[in-house]
């Protein structure tokens, strides 16, 4: 397993960018895919974004297309998530999360999450 910790939270005006980051431990980064979740208060954890273990595929939810990028650096063992155009709904715990297969429906290792709020 891979050790997870992002980093790039905080507090943005709707319309704004935040770029997430997220470091990996180990030496098998680059035999994961990668993925991006958010929690947001009363709801249940949902998908936002995942790239295979090249970069050379991404999958992102419909809520985020078009202003969500996800992209990886595998000499530096982290995944980014660049988030554009916020909104007020975007606030949540986004979490990072490695996963051995394409489909992100089991990760097997998660970050702590950090917080992204935007204000309107």
């Known amino acids: 397993q891979v050790q997870l910790v992002e980093s790039g939270g905080g507090l943005v005006q709707a319309g704004g960018s935040l770029r997430l980051s997220c470091a990996a431990s180990?030496?098998?980064?680059?035999?994961?895919?990668m993925g991006w979740f958010r929690q947001a208060p009363g709801k249940e954890r949902e998908f936002v974004a995942t790239i295979n273990w090249s970069g050379g595929t991404t999958r992102y939810a419909d809520h985020v297309k078009g202003r969500f990028t996800i992209s990886r650096h595998n000499t530096k063992n982290t995944v980014y998530l660049q988030m554009n155009n916020l909104k007020p709904e975007d606030t949540a715990v986004y979490y990072c999360?490695?996963?051995?297969?394409?489909?992100?429906?089991?990760?097997?290792?998660w970050g702590q999450g950090t917080q992204v709020t935007v204000s309107s």
């Open positions: 180990g030496r098998t980064f680059s035999m994961y895919s």
């Open positions: 999360a490695a996963d051995r297969t394409w489909t992100m429906t089991k990760p097997d290792s």
